[in-house]
């Protein structure tokens, strides 16, 4: 009996210490945890997302921090706002980290740096050249509208410094001026916090550093953490891709002439059906995007354009017509509001070009048909050899293609039966012909 109650007694403690064990060894993966969260190309508002959701992962894991590779040309300006009020109310500290060697954090990506609790580079990185900068028609607007875009991003990047206690002046100067600087030019003026070489060296710099999030102050203890990288999502990838302006605008043209193709001949359903769905998602790519409306426009007209002249023959005028306002209409598609977001030079040269070729050939096609002998009906008689079925002196029957037909001699020569002759023109329903004189070798 004293045996069973031992064996009872032991088993209850063994079960108790490995519940211990396992909640301990639970509370621990969860405060050694650090979040990472890569962010390549371009600032969308795909990145924007990507980050909100990366952040309220780390939040709900109760990780120590959130880490932000960050790798980019610049990007959105609402975008870039979206993540720096992301940031700025995070209740966890976010690093926001500019790596690999090579990368850079310039123009939307300065403010994000600036906006982060702890800012770190790596080696042979740069930042800077913030200036607001604007493509397309916007690109005219006056020079006191253009001071006030320029005050405005001034006033914003200067409070982010301001708060994160980072240098304000030179803050001031990626706007006004578009300065862009070095890692390690970066911390001695007091842009960042570090460099690190690479992750394991960002963390063993962390540890140990104080952070104030909110009205609370943190110490890092980043001692046997555990990296979780957020990886992209299928979903993410296609919006990621459709956020390409130059994938907009292809899946565009390529919708708008299935859409034509299908018109011109209807019944032909992979024209149509592929031509719907490219259309849908180059609208779904423009809602992501900052579009100009005069661009659509123009792609529109152009379309309308190189209709007509399969229809009207202008002689080229319609086309010429049709391409100056296509390639406008590409350069001024995206309106953007970062010099990084628009449609590449490359990608319009081969949607204008193929387009051109496309209907220089259908022109030349259609004026050699004006000049083409007609075959069909009388006309397609000119220029048909026949036999004489009797003396032609001048009137008389011939044969062509087995059929008989009245026929008159021009002048005055005779021609005798079976000879070959040539029908040179038409006269009512009477053919005007003379001697064949060229015999077949």
């Not at 899946?251 to 059906?273: D, Q, R, S, T, Y």
Request: aromatic share 6%; charged share 20%; with cysteine.
């Amino acid at each position: 009996m004293f045996k069973v109650k031992m064996v009872r007694i032991i088993s209850f403690f063994l079960l108790f210490l490995s519940f211990s064990l396992c909640a301990y060894g639970e509370n621990a993966t969860e405060k050694s945890l650090i979040e990472v969260l890569r962010i390549e190309g371009a600032i969308s508002p795909v990145a924007a997302d990507r980050l909100e959701k990366a952040l309220k992962t780390a939040v709900q894991e109760n990780a120590l921090c959130l880490i932000v590779q960050l790798d980019t040309p610049g990007g959105l300006d609402t975008s870039m706002r979206q993540m720096v009020k992301t940031i700025m109310n995070s209740k966890i500290p976010v690093v926001v980290y500019v790596s690999p060697k090579g990368a850079r954090a310039a123009s939307a990506g300065v403010f994000i740096t600036l906006a982060s609790h702890i800012a770190v580079m790596a080696p042979g990185t740069n930042i800077g050249a913030a200036h607001p900068v604007t493509l397309g028609p916007t690109s005219g607007m006056s020079k006191e509208m253009k001071e006030k875009v320029t005050n405005d991003a001034v006033a914003y990047i200067k409070s982010i410094a301001q708060k994160r206690e980072r240098n304000v002046e030179w803050a001031e100067k990626a706007v006004r001026e578009s300065v862009s600087i070095t890692d390690e030019e970066a911390l001695k003026l007091g842009i960042i916090d570090f460099v690190a070489e690479d992750m394991p060296s960002l963390l063993k710099k962390l540890n140990g550093r104080k952070v104030k999030v909110g009205k609370n102050a943190l110490v890092f203890n980043t001692d046997g953490a555990v990296l979780h990288f957020t990886e992209i999502s299928f979903r993410e990838k296609i919006l990621q891709t459709l956020a390409d302006p130059n994938i907009a605008y292809i899946l565009l043209m390529v919708g708008i002439w299935g859409i034509i193709l299908e018109f011109f001949h209807p019944g032909a359903l992979l024209p149509g059906i592929a031509g719907g769905i490219c259309l849908l998602l180059s609208l779904f790519s423009l809602q992501i995007l900052p579009f100009n409306s005069v661009g659509i426009i123009l792609i529109i007209l152009s379309v309308i354009l190189f209709v007509l002249e399969t229809q009207i023959p202008s002689y080229g005028a319609l086309t010429i017509g049709g391409i100056i306002s296509l390639a406008l209409g590409s350069l001024m598609l995206i309106e953007p509001s970062a010099i990084y977001i628009s449609i590449s030079l490359k990608s319009i040269f081969v949607v204008v070009g193929i387009t051109s070729l496309i209907f220089i050939f259908i022109i030349s096609y259609g004026i050699k048909a004006q000049f083409k002998k007609s075959v069909t009906g009388l006309e397609g008689m000119v220029g048909e050899i026949g036999i004489a079925k009797g003396d032609l002196a001048p009137n008389g029957k011939i044969q062509i293609h087995g059929e008989i037909w009245n026929a008159i001699v021009q002048g005055e020569e005779v021609i005798k039966k079976g000879e070959e002759v040539e029908v040179i023109k038409i006269k009512g329903m009477k053919l005007i012909v003379k001697k064949n004189k060229i015999k077949e070798v």
